[in-house]
């Protein structure tokens, strides 16, 4: 079985600050873990993915995510934010072998000018 | 190369009625995917289809939701006698293959009130 925790429902942050928004997963097979944003009222972006590979996995809009299998975590962090990265951010994990999602509640980043 | 189409974007529906959602998954993808999203909530999995197959409804309530994915024509999530518990945001995806590796690119979303 899987599942996905986010520990954070609302980080606020100053506009340019850095920003961390943390995701941990369980699972009993390989996984593929994912990071999707969503503006209001609209469907899920992509923002990257890790499927295997470099632990370090580098999105667009300037996020970047690093896969830390030893604490079974997939963070999600950007060095300086801007307004217009006010949204909902899902982290999901996949496995080898399902096609299902599975998706965190998610964390509201609120970027204050 | 459009992205998947889902409508309607909006839909309201008294208790009792009947709910019709559509989704046209992205060009070549032939494998779609339902999910909900309740108020305050993450996605949740309800049902994946290939053409004229229902792979997986593990996450689809037993009474009154059903789906299809005809041969021609949009996937449809259909909610019969719809309750106030049904409000919610249906999400569909698609991808190509199927598998776990890759991604399922959403359409925006029906967004159901039910008064």
């Known amino acids: 079985a899987q599942s996905v925790t986010q520990l954070d429902s609302q980080v606020p942050v100053f506009e340019e600050a850095p920003v961390e928004l943390r995701c941990n997963y369980s699972s009993s097979v390989s996984v593929y873990l994912f990071w999707y944003v969503q503006y209001p009222n609209q469907g899920l972006q992509l923002l990257l993915k890790?499927?295997?590979?470099?632990?370090l996995v580098k999105g667009i809009n300037g996020f970047e995510a690093e896969f830390n299998k030893s604490q079974t975590s997939f963070h999600l962090r950007k060095p300086s934010v801007h307004i217009s990265d006010t949204a909902e951010y899902f982290c999901?994990?996949?496995?080898?072998?399902?096609?299902?999602?599975?998706f965190g509640t998610g964390t509201r980043l609120k970027v204050l000018a | 190369n459009a992205g998947v189409m889902q409508n309607p974007r909006h839909l309201v529906r008294r208790r009792g009625q009947e709910a019709r959602l559509r989704c046209s998954p992205m060009k070549g993808h032939s494998h779609v995917y339902w999910y909900r999203q309740l108020p305050e909530e993450g996605l949740k999995f309800m049902v994946y289809?290939?053409?004229?197959?229902?792979?997986?409804e593990s996450g689809m309530p037993k009474e009154r939701f059903s789906a299809e994915f005809p041969k021609e024509g949009p996937s449809i999530l259909r909610i019969q006698q719809v309750v106030r518990g049904d409000s919610a945001a249906y999400f569909c995806a698609s991808s190509p293959l199927g598998t776990g590796e890759e991604t399922q690119y959403f359409g925006p979303g029906t967004r159901l009130l039910v008064l």
């Open positions: 999901a994990v996949g496995g080898k072998g399902t096609y299902k999602y599975i």
């Open positions: 890790y499927l295997s590979g470099s632990t």
């Open positions: 289809l290939q053409k004229e197959n229902i792979i997986d």
